[in-house]
């Protein structure tokens, strides 16, 4: 498994060149209420993750400069990653039909996974719960 995608921090983020497990969670959108709560309790949490050598990175459709405001705004101490032609969405199957306000729409659904420094997915969470996601995920880092 590999991907590219632009990253918060400039550049590009290859998933080739990281030498550490990874914490990658998949949100709807920037600025919303729920994605903006999971992104602050991942940023909280953040230290503890690089901790137990883990990086933890979050993604979404949004454009890489929406990502770069969002970041900057609420202080994020994660980066982000700027999938706005939903490749890496659709190689982790995130993308699902939905309803919203009684009409269909096509959306992210949120998730998250734990890919260990072979690239390989050893745990993932589909149609997460916003309360306590990121603390259940850190728990399961630490009893892994």
Request: charged share 25%; glycine share 6%; aromatic share 12%.
């Amino acid at each position: 498994m590999n991907f590219e995608l632009p990253i918060t921090s400039g550049g590009v983020f290859k998933l080739s060149e990281l030498n550490k497990p990874l914490v990658l969670f998949f949100y709807p959108r920037d600025n919303t209420p729920g994605c903006t709560i999971e992104n602050h309790d991942f940023s909280r949490l953040y230290p503890e993750f690089v901790q137990l050598g883990y990086e933890v990175l979050g993604i979404s459709r949004d454009k890489h400069t929406t990502h770069c405001n969002f970041k900057q705004k609420h202080e994020l101490n994660h980066q982000l990653l700027a999938d706005p032609d939903e490749i890496v969405c659709n190689m982790f199957g995130v993308m699902k039909d939905k309803t919203m306000y009684g009409k269909p729409v096509r959306g992210i659904e949120r998730s998250t996974f734990i890919i260990d420094i072979k690239r390989n997915i050893i745990k993932e969470w589909r149609k997460v719960t916003v309360e306590n996601h990121a603390k259940e995920v850190l728990d399961f880092i630490c009893s892994y």
